[in-house]
Nanobody
Framework: VQLQASGGGLVQPGGSLRLSCAASGFTLDDYGVGWFRQSPGKERVAVSGISSSDGTTYYADSVKGRFTTSRDSAKNTVNLQMNNLKPEDTAVYSC?????????????????WGQGTLVTVSS
């Protein structure tokens, strides 16, 4: 059983990146998935999430209108499309999965975590 986040990198302000959270050993559609980020010197915070039941999505106010979370069931992944990136979006992004989850649970509720992927927004 493994969860793996990928897609991070260096991007200029206003640019876009797409992160992917890929599951192996289990069906990600059965799990609520949350995206979290941690900036240097700060606590990890929730960014977005997607429900296991009906695909309802959740977004933190800081990313609403810029980030979109979606499922790709064929690839057993959840993607985080990030547009109009800002320097304050710079962080290590991680995904987590909770069976039957709604996508906005506390980080401490999640069963599986992927390793983080670094997103750097800088000119």
């Amino acid at each position: 059983v493994q969860l793996q986040a990928s897609g991070g990198g260096l991007v200029q302000p206003g640019g876009s990146l797409r992160l992917s959270c890929a599951a192996s050993g289990f069906t990600l559609d059965d799990y609520g998935v949350g995206w979290f980020r941690q900036s240097p010197g700060k606590e990890r915070v929730a960014v977005s999430g997607i429900s296991s039941s009906d695909g309802t999505t959740y977004y933190a106010d800081s990313v609403k209108g810029r980030f979109t979370t979606s499922r790709d069931s064929a690839k057993n992944t959840v993607n985080l499309q990030m547009n109009n990136l800002k320097p304050e979006d710079t962080a290590v992004y991680s995904c987590a999965a909770l069976r039957g989850g709604l996508g906005y649970e506390s980080q401490f509720a999640y069963e599986y975590w992927g390793q983080g992927t670094l997103v750097t927004v800088s000119s």
